[in-house]
């Protein structure tokens, strides 16, 4: 019988050992090695409110949980960071991530956290544990020298090309300060940029080149954003063929996009440039004039669960005044409930109501609605959640967010 227990920091290695073979990856062997690693893991989180599924004395199935503050339309709410999912083979479809996924979900409640979220393998496995598709994003790949920039491309801020070191102290407050704009981005901690975002050892590159950091800065010395990337060095023939991979570009303004847009296009020597989970409103693809030589992919990248729906709902802005009853369905027990949300421009209203239901939902909707892309006219369209088409077209006028959900990194 498979049992689930909370992990601790002495299941650091079989637990990710018993992960390494569905992720493929291999822990480090050498003994310094090992024990660095361990202390990055436990300084970025993930382990103390992770679950372990064992059979016997043997780990058969794990899963981590991040602390995050999560960014919604206008506030930030406490997110567990749901990660490490991972089944052993030897173990599969016996119910052994049902039993991990109440587990975490019943913790992250007792933790206080709202919501729950995370990068899904595959898209067909988290919708039955509440989760929806909260968040879509774009890879590309773009022949650089077929690129044009449209004329009314906004004239592009100062571009600065700094150190590691400068990087190290300038990076973290752009970086949150521009994510309060962005919902689906999270706070990070000092170790997060430290461990995560910042080291760049050799087995970090891929064969690629250094991390490479440029910072646009305003005419008042502001820094306004910055790009990470790295070089790939290629030829083709006698002429170089590099390509560059965008690690992290986030704007502030349009001026300090077009200008990070700008450095990363303009390297003479590249002929292509790539970059992954981009969001869909980035202002790339309204620079570009030729956008379908652009080769893009659309993905579902973080997907979201409500776990206290009043706290959800209140904690976000609206774009629209109105008053909606929903009828919430949640198989798992922890957000079902009948709510009246109401905005009246000036005050968020929700509780529980006992009226009829406008709109009647499943949990993982409501998590993609908080995000602010909700989808619920096309969902009355297909016939996938029930109510009138007026109801719903009011649903996805107040729940909309001018900025596309995106979170800038997977975890
Ligand atoms: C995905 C994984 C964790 C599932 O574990 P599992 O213990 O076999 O899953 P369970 O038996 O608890 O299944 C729970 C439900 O999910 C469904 N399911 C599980 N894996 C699925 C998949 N890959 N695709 C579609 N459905 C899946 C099961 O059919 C079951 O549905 P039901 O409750 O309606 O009957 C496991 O296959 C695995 O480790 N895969 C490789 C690593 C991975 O992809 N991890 C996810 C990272 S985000």
């Known amino acids: 019988m498979t049992t689930v227990r909370r992990a601790n920091r002495d299941d650091i290695f079989p637990l990710f050992e018993a992960m390494s073979l569905q992720f493929s990856f291999d ?25 372990v599924a064992e059979d016997g004395d043997l780990i058969v199935g794990t899963l981590g949980s991040f602390d995050l503050d999560m960014t919604v339309p206008n506030g930030s709410i406490p997110c567990a960071g749901t990660t490490w999912v991972s089944v052993s083979p030897t173990h599969r479809r016996r119910g052994v991530l049902r039993q991990l996924m109440s587990a975490h979900l019943a913790e992250a409640v007792e933790h206080g956290d709202v919501i729950a979220a995370l990068w899904a393998s595959d898209s067909a496995i988290y919708g039955r544990f509440g989760y929806g598709r909260a968040i879509d994003a774009v890879s590309i790949e773009l022949d650089r020298r077929g690129a044009r920039f449209r004329n009314s491309m906004p004239s592009p801020d100062r571009i600065e090309m700094i150190t590691p070191e400068e990087a190290a102290s ?35 590159r891929d064969g690629n080149s250094a991390l490479r950091t440029a910072v646009s800065v305003a005419d008042d010395g502001r820094a306004t954003g910055y790009a990470q990337f790295r ?37 003479d020597l590249a ?65 079902n409930g009948t709510y009246r949300l109401g905005w009246d421009g000036h005050r968020i209203d929700c509780s529980g109501s006992s009226g009829p239901a406008d709109l009647e939902i499943d949990v993982s909707d409501l998590g993609v609605a908080l995000m602010g892309r909700p989808r619920f006219s096309a969902s009355v369209l297909a016939g996938t959640i029930d109510g009138s088409m007026d109801a719903a077209a009011l649903a996805d006028r107040m729940f909309a967010h001018h900025r596309a959900p995106f979170c800038p990194e997977v975890f």
Do not use: C, Q
Request: proline share 6%.
């Open 27 to 51: 822990l480090p062997e050498d003994e310094e090695k090992r024990e660095d690693w361990k202390n990055r893991i436990i300084e970025t989180g993930g382990i103390d409110r992770g679950m």
């Open 170 to 204: 300038a990076l973290p407050p752009l970086y949150e300060h521009i994510r309060r704009e962005v919902p689906g981005a999270f706070a990070r901690t000092e170790p997060w940029w430290r461990h995560r975002r910042l080291r760049d050892t050799p087995d970090r």
């Open 231 to 267: 070089v790939e060095s290629k030829f083709d023939g006698a002429h170089s063929a590099d390509i560059v991979h965008v690690v992290e570009l986030l704007g502030s303004s349009p001026a300090s996009w077009s200008a990070l847009w700008s450095i990363v296009l303009g390297l």
């Open 271 to 335: 002929t292509k440039v790539k970059a992954r989970f981009r969001p869909l409103d980035d202002p790339l693809f309204e620079y570009l004039t030729g956008i379908r030589r652009v080769d893009r992919t659309l993905t579902d990248t973080v997907w979201v669960r409500v776990l206290d729906v009043e706290r959800a709902l209140t904690s976000r802005a609206y774009s629209e005044p109105g008053a909606l009853t929903l009828a919430i369905a949640d198989d798992m027990g922890i957000a």
